[in-house]
Nanobody
């Protein structure tokens, strides 16, 4: 396992933007696939975005070109830029990698979209 520490959550109005960041302790960070998940109490966890070692990306269908995942292997960080936020994006967002045994998770950051 590696230690993952998220930052950047908070309260934003609908239509606004937030940027989340996740710092990883892994020495082999550059080869790890990194994910952002989100969870609303009482609902299933959703995969928001994935970035692979070659900077290939995948997004959940609900993202609709509003979010961008990126990584900085020098700083061992993965970021999620979220634009055009909607109240439905309110959730706890978790940084994750399935590239370790067991998978590694951050502590989560709250994102609240509300007027």
């Amino acid at each position: 396992q590696v230690q993952l520490v998220e930052s950047g959550g908070g309260l934003v109005q609908p239509g606004g933007s937030l940027s989340l960041s996740c710092a990883a302790s892994a020495d082999n960070f550059e080869i790890l696939p990194m994910n952002w998940y989100r969870q609303v109490p009482g609902k299933h966890q959703e995969l928001v975005a994935t970035i692979f070692f070659n900077n290939g990306t995948l997004y959940g269908s609900f993202v609709r070109d509003r979010f961008t995942i990126s990584r900085d292997n020098t700083k061992r960080t993965v970021s999620l830029q979220m634009n055009s936020l909607e109240p439905e994006d309110t959730a706890v967002y978790y940084c994750n990698t399935m590239g370790t045994v067991p998978p590694s998770w951050g502590q989560g950051v709250q994102v609240t979209v509300s007027s």
